[in-house]
């Protein structure tokens, strides 16, 4: 079996720089992701909590999840597609989604002669021998492929690849699906092509590492680079302009763009051809983060859990900022406690609750080796519901400030969050990062953010998001044929990849500027973007104002 998909193999994220194989057992295999990071395969016998500690924090992958649940007059797609000397429908660009997989079958992907609109798809999650070209596992199918299973009585008999959770269907008919009379839907760009990776579930090795429950469907990050980088393999191959769509997100790290994927986003978005779009993710009213700066004596700060009756296991993250060192003590809704447990280079603390049945093991990390910072990772198992006080003390006797984050998405229930919570600072990542192109949602029918929008700034004051895009009910295809509708800023983030594929069809396709970046479009749709005269911008909600490809086309007038 291979490696990255046998869960007896660790998955390991190592910098190309620091490849120090001496620290990894012997029959270690590496795996070159891209530029910047490869996959190290590591097959360990311990499977104890405590691997966390015995190897770094930064070799272990995050965990995404998905980031959604009509829109063209209100972000001046229309008015565009209209204009005679324009009309941009994403001719010559290529679309790459990276999710969960999508309906081949579906009209919306299907030009009129039957014939299949996708160059080819990556399912990461089928073992056979199909492929047509170097993939690390899983299997690639190309359009001669996928034209041969179409015209056949029996597709799936030839191509079995299938999103059985409609997530991704939903996003890439979002940007680039073709019309529909008679249910009025089109994509933004239906004359794009598309290229996909489904991505497969995250292996239970690495959900056990993060506390995540067995049912929980999460992918982990590795995937998603190798995602990204078969994506730019694709596109160079082709010589065609590329616009990646990523409607997922992660709410761990330290929230400042230096994750893997935040890194390796913003390094593609500054190459000529190239553009990243995230979302924000939906964390802005989830009650999952907490802020405090403590600068009065004695310098300690209590945080206020929830935890909800269903929960059965989950882990959170403590990032002090620099000037702090924290030691932290945990009591539990019975008043029973841990000692306090000072910051260490590697140890991890496990306390056994003997009155709950609760676990918890700590770490509390003084030099996280990716950033430098210190970080306290606590994960509960079979934790009591209640209240719980987690009890932050200075070391130093001195002034502090730190942020905390709990799981995203579906990786904890709605029940377990903090009492006195922050909504900013609550983009996931790697919507983080300084170049890839972030994108928050609204309700296009009101104009109003939507609730659960996530909210900048970066944890070092970046400013993201960099725009809002409608995200609210925006119609679909759905698999077996189906249509409907999807809410979130993933919808946003496609609506948007959508409009940048524009922007690449008018720039490179018509060698109009065939220099364009992903970090060109950025800045062209933060100029071009509606603003209200109520609000100051940037802000930290809508960015530099809702989303506006009119806008953007009379800036370039203008030059």
């Known amino acids: 079996m291979n490696k990255i998909t046998d869960n007896n193999y660790y998955d390991f994220l190592v910098r190309n720089i620091n490849l120090y194989l001496k620290n990894f057992p012997n029959g270690s295999e590496i795996t070159p992701i891209n530029e910047q990071v490869s996959l190290l395969n590591v097959k360990l016998d311990q499977s104890d909590a405590c691997i966390l500690g015995n190897y770094s924090y930064r070799y272990f992958p995050h965990l995404y999840t998905l980031t959604s649940s009509i829109a063209t007059e209100s972000s001046g797609i229309t008015s565009v597609q209209n204009n005679p000397s324009l009309n941009l429908y994403g001719r010559g660009t290529i679309i790459g989604v990276i999710d969960t997989g999508i309906d081949y079958r579906h009209p919306a992907f299907r030009y009129s002669d039957g014939s299949s609109r996708i160059l080819s798809i990556w399912d990461q999650t089928v073992q056979e021998s199909l492929s047509t070209a170097q993939v690390a596992y899983g299997t690639e199918y190309s359009r001669e492929q996928l034209n041969e299973a179409l015209f056949s009585d029996d597709p799936l008999s030839i191509i079995p690849t299938t999103d059985s959770n409609g997530h991704g269907t939903a996003i890439a008919s979002i940007i680039a699906g073709s019309p529909d009379p008679e249910t009025s839907f089109s994509g933004i760009t239906p004359a794009a092509e598309l290229v996909i990776v489904k991505l497969k579930e995250a292996k239970q090795n690495l959900k056990d590492v993060w506390f995540v429950p067995e049912d929980v469907l999460c992918y982990q990050e590795s995937d998603i680079l190798f995602g990204m980088s078969y994506l730019v393999s694709v596109s160079q191959k082709l010589r065609r302009p590329l616009s990646i769509c990523i409607a997922l997100g992660s709410n761990q790290g330290i929230h400042d763009g230096i994750s893997a994927t935040s890194m390796y986003a913003s390094f593609l978005s500054r190459i000529a051809g190239i553009s990243v779009v995230v979302s924000a993710g939906n964390e802005g009213n989830s009650q999952r983060h907490y802020f405090n700066f403590v600068n009065q004596e004695p310098y300690y700060d209590d945080i206020e859990l929830r935890i909800g009756e269903k929960e059965k296991r989950f882990s959170m993250e403590i990032w002090p900022f620099v000037s702090g060192s924290l030691s932290i003590t945990i009591t539990s809704p019975n008043n029973e406690t841990t000692r306090q447990i000072f910051p260490s280079l590697n140890d991890c603390r496990e306390f056994d609750f003997v009155f709950s049945g609760t676990t918890i093991w700590v770490n509390n990390i003084t030099f996280e080796q990716g950033t430098g910072n210190q970080l306290i990772v606590i994960r509960f198992d079979n934790p009591l519901p209640g209240v719980w006080t987690l009890h932050l003390q200075s070391t130093y006797n001195e002034?502090?400030?730190?942020?905390?984050?709990?799981?995203?998405?579906?990786?904890?229930?709605?029940?377990?969050?903090?009492?006195?919570?922050?909504?900013?600072?609550?983009?996931?990542?790697?919507?983080?990062?300084?170049?890839?192109?972030?994108?928050?949602?609204?309700?296009?029918?009101?104009?109003?953010?939507?609730?659960?929008?996530?909210?900048?700034?970066?944890?070092?004051?970046?400013?993201?998001?960099?725009?809002?895009?409608?995200?609210?009910?925006?119609?679909?295809?759905?698999?077996?044929?189906?249509?409907?509708?999807?809410?979130?800023?993933?919808?946003?983030?496609?609506?948007?990849?959508?409009?940048?594929?524009?922007?690449?069809?008018?720039?490179?396709?018509?060698?109009?500027?065939?220099?364009?970046?992903?970090?060109?479009?950025?800045?062209?749709?933060?100029?071009?973007?509606?603003?209200?005269?109520?609000?100051?911008?940037?802000?930290?909600?809508?960015?530099?104002?809702?989303?506006?490809?009119?806008?953007?086309?009379?800036?370039?007038?203008?030059l």
């Open 399 to 558: 002034f502090f400030s730190f942020h905390s984050w709990l799981p995203a998405g579906n990786l904890i229930s709605d029940e377990t969050y903090f009492l006195n919570s922050d909504p900013d600072t609550t983009i996931t990542s790697p919507g983080n990062g300084s170049s890839q192109l972030t994108v928050t949602a609204y309700n296009q029918f009101n104009g109003s953010l939507l609730i659960k929008s996530g909210r900048g700034y970066t944890k070092s004051g970046l400013v993201k998001p960099d725009v809002a895009a409608p995200g609210f009910e925006l119609p679909c295809a759905l698999p077996d044929n189906r249509y409907g509708t999807i809410t979130g800023s993933g919808a946003a983030a496609a609506h948007t990849t959508g409009s940048v594929a524009m922007v690449m069809e008018w720039a490179i396709v018509r060698n109009n500027y065939i220099n364009m970046t992903g970090i060109d479009i950025t800045t062209l749709i933060q100029r071009g973007a509606n603003r209200t005269i109520t609000d100051n911008y940037p802000n930290n909600r809508y960015g530099y104002g809702r989303l506006s490809i009119d806008g953007v086309f009379q800036r370039i007038a203008n």
